[in-house]
């Protein structure tokens, strides 16, 4: 009797994942529910912080000719970012991934925001007016750049979202593919400490 109770119970329970299953499926199918469901999935994948590069393994910036353009319309030459702890992130208002890692970057560049010695880069190929949506929808206040001649060699980014943190000497602390907490401990003490090289 309990072996018969037990079987039902456990066909009970693969017929409900079954259904959830198709559910998904359905949902992922329907354009006006897959992108919503797509940034759901990918913040359940953002809950950890990214890995931080041992020092002697960390790739160093050799050169720092970029020219980017800011929301004002105002051109920022990468050479100015010499000597400072650099937070780059590529992104764009469409990609899932992006969405679902930007509250997190969005407090890490409030935390550090009033730092001189930290600067945020955060580059699209959008559309300032997208941008600028985007932003406002969420309220967000982070500096959206674009690129305004060839990529830089070092950022050559065939995937978004990808982010790198960048130490005052020019190397790569952090370099990230993917949905991350930008917000967690490990990236804060990291920037903390970087600072105070």
């Not at 190929?125 to 600028?132: R, V």
């Not at 960048?166 to 190397?171: L, P, Q, T």
């Amino acid at each position: 009797m309990l072996f018969l109770y037990l079987r039902m119970e456990k066909k009970k329970k693969s017929k409900l994942g079954n259904i959830l299953f198709v559910l998904v499926i359905a949902l992922l199918i329907i354009p006006q529910t897959r992108k919503p469901i797509q940034i759901v999935l990918n913040k359940g994948l953002a809950l950890f912080g990214p890995s931080v590069i041992d020092e002697e393994k960390r790739d160093k910036l050799t050169n720092y000719n970029w020219d980017l353009l800011s929301e004002d319309n105002q051109p920022f030459d990468f050479n100015q970012v010499k000597g400072k702890v650099v937070v780059i992130n590529f992104w764009a208002t469409w990609c899932p991934p992006c969405i679902a890692e930007m509250e997190s970057l969005e407090k890490l560049y409030k935390k550090f925001s009033d730092e001189d010695d930290v600067v945020f880069l955060f580059v699209t190929t959008d559309f300032f007016s997208e941008i600028s949506k985007f932003k406002e929808k969420h309220n967000y206040t982070f500096p959206a750049y674009r690129q305004l001649n060839q990529e830089h060699p070092f950022f050559n980014v065939p995937t978004i979202p990808r982010t790198f943190i960048i130490d005052k000497e020019g190397n790569v602390a952090v370099d990230k593919d993917g949905a991350s907490n930008w917000y967690s401990e490990t990236v804060v003490d990291l920037i903390e400490n970087l600072l105070k090289k």
